[in-house]
């Protein structure tokens, strides 16, 4: 259900995209993620999808979405998972000859469930988020990305609550000349 979910979530992304894809400076990503927490020894496995639109050499858009395979605590039995990662982000770029750094400063929602014994707890965090990034360029239109990204750090009644992720994946960018410059 959650899949499906964000897999219609994605679709919908990335479709108007695809469609202007020729005549803008768009660019998708997919990345594999490890999601972890400074406050829990849990590390979720999961993946990224990313749609962005580059303003100008320096400045972008960015809108990424994601979910985690489900993770079980070897002592307790008991299990986790993020459901749906909902993010948007400004992305600052510095480009040079085949690699661009950048820092990226947004919003995400986190939706996750776990599970103990017989009862199941769903909980939505969402905050401020932040990271950073490096693209390698293999050729013009597609670079290795690497990058972490912290997407929330909040405090409840609770107890605190954090999740960043560490990404490897692929970006495509598509073919216009405002994107080629940084060559």
Request: aromatic residues 14%; proline residues 2%.
């Amino acid at each position: 259900m959650y899949y499906k979910n964000l897999a219609l979530t994605l679709m919908t992304m990335l479709l108007p995209g695809m469609t202007y894809a020729e005549s803008s400076s768009n660019y998708i990503g997919a990345q594999i993620a490890k999601f972890d927490s400074k406050y829990s020894s849990a590390e979720f496995d999961g993946g990224m999808m990313s749609l962005g639109y580059d303003l100008n050499n320096y400045i972008a858009l960015e809108a990424a979405a994601g979910a985690s395979q489900s993770y079980e605590e070897p002592v307790t039995g008991n299990t986790a998972q993020i459901d749906y990662v909902a993010s948007a982000f400004l992305r600052f770029n510095v480009r040079f000859n085949r690699v661009t750094l950048y820092a990226l400063g947004g919003y995400s929602r986190v939706g996750s469930t776990a599970t103990s014994g017989s009862v199941s707890v769903t909980d939505t965090n969402s905050g401020v988020s932040y990271g950073f990034g490096i693209d390698f360029y293999g050729t013009r239109d597609l670079a290795l990305s690497i990058r972490r990204v912290e997407l929330f750090d909040e405090e409840k009644k609770s107890g605190k609550s954090q999740l960043g992720a560490s990404m490897v994946g692929i970006t495509y960018y598509f073919d216009t000349p405002k994107i080629h410059s940084r060559y």
